[in-house]
């Protein structure tokens, strides 16, 4: 099976940063697009950022121009870093990913658990 690791939340101040990362884990054969998704309280999940399989990414109008996605094949990792960061971007951050196992040999979403980031004074 396969297992996905958050790390890196936590409390920032405004116009402050922090770099997410996400660790894909278990019988992996290959990992296709990487995704971060956020759920601020009492408001639906919604999605952040995308790296496709080939490199090229895609970012919520929110976002852009202050959080970047990239992502290391080699150690099955993708990061989030977030720069200039606002109250507003306060939320449980999740990784997603769409990964082959060799268990199966089907390519199947996973979810990892969440990490918080809050921002704030």
């Known amino acids: 099976q396969v297992q996905l690791v958050e790390s890196g939340g936590g409390l920032v101040q405004p116009g402050g940063s922090l770099r997410l990362s996400c660790v894909a884990s278990g019988s992996i054969v290959s990992i296709n697009a990487m995704r971060w998704y956020r759920q601020a309280p009492g408001k639906q999940r919604e999605l952040v950022a995308t790296?496709?399989?080939?490199?090229?990414?895609n970012y919520a109008d929110s976002v852009k121009g202050r959080f970047a996605i990239s992502r290391d094949n080699a150690k099955n990792t993708v990061y989030l870093q977030m720069n200039s960061l606002k109250p507003e971007d306060t939320a449980v951050y999740y990784c997603?990913?769409?990964?082959?196992?060799?268990?199966?040999?089907?390519?199947?979403?996973?979810w990892g658990q969440g990490t918080q980031v809050t921002v704030s004074s």
């Open positions: 997603n990913a769409d990964v082959k196992s060799s268990v199966d040999w089907r390519l199947s979403n996973y």
């Open positions: 790296s496709t399989e080939s490199g090229s990414t």
